[in-house]
């Protein structure tokens, strides 16, 4: 089976640093990728990890840890603009969907 | 050009209407995919289409029509949709759709459809 849990909300201040965690069941697991969506508008890529270890891109990083079907976002310096939709998804090769989306993280940035 | 487009933006039809969907990308990806998603829920795949081909059909209702004319277009035919039909539909492009390779998703801005 496939199942991609990630917390449906969080809230952060602007300026912090917020992690936002993605566990994931998959049988066959060939790449992770982290996807941003405003409301209103099409995801938009963030990050993709297919090896351990973590992945620098600006504010933002992802790291992931295959052994414990385990990955996060980092976003630092907080910005309002990154009030978003934070969608984890998985590439299961062996499975017939080329990519599982989990059901997205909502974080909301306050001043 | 690393845009995928669509069109139109947005789209009010009936239940007894015919209209369609249009995805177009010059990126030369060969897979292409059609994803339904409801307000606050995931991106839910409908349809891939790997080198023309319909590869995957997500037991969509056949009142949801995918049509590949050529590798760069993508459409979805729609006839007797239901109120519930209401969603944003996205289209996506990757080099491949399988493999070992990398292959992100490049997604179009979306056609927010409304049924009555």
């Known amino acids: 089976g496939q199942n991609i849990d990630q917390p449906t909300e969080m809230t952060a201040t602007e300026g912090a640093i917020v992690q936002i965690n993605c566990t994931y069941q998959t049988s066959g697991f060939n790449g992770l990728f982290w996807y941003q969506q405003h409301a209103g508008e099409a995801p938009t890529f963030l990050s993709y990890n297919v090896l351990d270890g973590l992945e620098e891109k600006g504010r933002f990083s992802s790291f992931l840890s295959r052994s414990k079907g385990y990955s996060y976002l980092l976003l630092k310096e907080l910005q309002m603009k990154d009030s978003a939709s934070y969608l984890c998804?998985?590439?299961?090769?062996?499975?017939?969907?080329?990519?599982?989306f989990g059901k997205g993280t909502r974080l909301s940035v306050i001043a | 050009d690393t845009e995928v487009t669509q069109t139109p933006k947005h789209l009010v039809m009936g239940m007894t209407n015919k209209k369609s969907l249009k995805c177009e990308q010059h990126?030369?990806?060969?897979?292409m995919y059609w994803y339904k998603q409801k307000a606050k829920k995931p991106p839910e795949l409908m349809f891939v289409y790997s080198y023309e081909k319909l590869s995957i059909n997500e037991s969509v209702p056949s009142r949801f029509s995918p049509e590949c004319p050529n590798s760069s277009l993508l459409n979805l035919h729609l006839h007797a949709l239901q109120p519930e039909d209401s969603a944003l539909y996205l289209c996506?492009?990757?080099?491949?759709?399988?493999?070992?390779?990398?292959?992100?998703?490049?997604f179009g801005p979306g056609t927010r459809l409304t049924v009555l």
């Open positions: 996506a492009s990757s080099q491949e759709s399988g493999g070992q390779n990398y292959n992100e998703q490049f």
């Open positions: 990126m030369g990806h060969r897979a």
């Open positions: 998804a998985v590439r299961d090769h062996t499975g017939n969907t080329p990519l599982v």
